[in-house]
Nanobody
Framework: QLQLVESGGGLVQPGGSLRLSCAASGDTLRYYDIGWFRQAPGKEHEGVSCISTGGTTNYADSVKGRFTISRDNAKNAVILQMSSLKPEDTAVYYC???????????????????WGKGTQVTVSS
């Protein structure tokens, strides 16, 4: 079975960058559509980005132009490169397999009962 582990979070100043990794085991990740989600304290989960098996990518308007999702197949991973970070990006970030990644970011409702431990991103001066 596919198992995913998020890593790469940390504390950065506004305008800084972080590279998050969604590393897979148990199966080949390139066969799955993968989504990144985040949850800020006291807030509900929101979809951030996704990448399909065919290479289609989608981003939330709030991160478009600042975040880039890609695959690192040599590491069996999906990467979320985050730049120009803002305090409002502060959240726990999660990755999940998703049923589709077409024209919109994935629906966070799909993550119900499926969230892992995530990785904490804190953007603060």
């Amino acid at each position: 079975q596919l198992q995913l582990v998020e890593s790469g979070g940390g504390l950065v100043q506004p305008g800084g960058s972080l590279r998050l990794s969604c590393a897979a085991s148990g199966d080949t990740l390139r066969y799955y559509d993968i989504g990144w989600f985040r949850q800020a304290p006291g807030k509900e989960h929101e979809g951030v980005s996704c990448i399909s098996t065919g290479g289609t990518t989608n981003y939330a308007d709030s991160v478009k132009g600042r975040f880039t999702i890609s695959r690192d197949n040599a590491k069996n991973a999906v990467i979320l490169q985050m730049s120009s970070l803002k305090p409002e990006d502060t959240a726990v970030y999660y990755c999940l397999e998703v049923p589709e990644c077409y024209y919109h970011v994935p629906n966070p409702n799909y993550g119900t009962g499926r969230w892992g431990k995530g990785t904490q991103v804190t953007v603060s001066s």
